[in-house]
């Protein structure tokens, strides 16, 4: 799905160069980095004895849902917890981190199974996805950038025109009638 940083033409990149802020940029940019890091962290294999902290690291995956600000990150999380599989074995995972004792091997093997297939079958989609947004970020800050040095390069070479002007006219002036 395209997002705000998506362009069909040179018109419409330097189109969105004008419109979206730089701080704009770097906050979206900033949110891909760390949904990147978050990916990375669930990713981790599930073992009996770090299972709690893989689901734990799933809750708060899902909790950037509502918080993420760019589309790319939104399209992602989308996408990970559109999936029926991977809620359900949340949804079990997180009953039984509230429970006192030790988790039975079958809560282990379904988180095995749902969640990391599904990170194993899409992680390669999802990370493709995050640097693509990222470039595209990257570039309306570089054509930003390159907007700023260009008006300084007219403003500059109108001053030194105007200087030229104005010292041709004083020397036409003062030593022009000398010679």
């Not at 390159?146 to 006219?169: D, E, H, K, M, P």
Request: proline share 2%; charged share 20%.
């Amino acid at each position: 799905m395209a997002t705000d940083y998506d362009w069909d033409s040179t018109w419409s990149l330097v189109n969105k160069t004008i419109k979206i802020s730089p701080l704009q940029l770097v906050r979206h940019l900033k949110e891909l980095e760390y949904l990147a890091e978050r990916l990375d962290k669930v990713e981790t294999p599930i073992k009996r004895d770090t299972w709690e902290d893989s689901v734990q690291a799933w809750i708060a995956l899902s909790e950037l849902l509502p918080v993420l600000q760019v589309q790319r990150g939104q399209q992602v999380l989308e996408a990970i917890f559109g999936d029926e599989d991977v809620l359900k074995a949340l949804e079990i995972g997180n009953k039984f981190l509230k429970s006192t004792g030790a988790a039975p091997q079958v809560v282990i093997t379904t988180l095995k199974t749902q969640l990391v297939n599904h990170m194993l079958s899409n992680m390669y989609m999802y990370k493709q996805s995050i640097q693509h947004e990222q470039a595209n970020i990257c570039r309306v800050q570089d054509m930003q950038t390159r907007g700023v040095a260009l008006i300084g390069t007219i403003f500059a070479a109108a001053l030194i025109g105007v200087a030229n002007f104005l010292s041709r006219l004083a020397y036409v002036h003062f030593y022009d009638d000398v010679f």
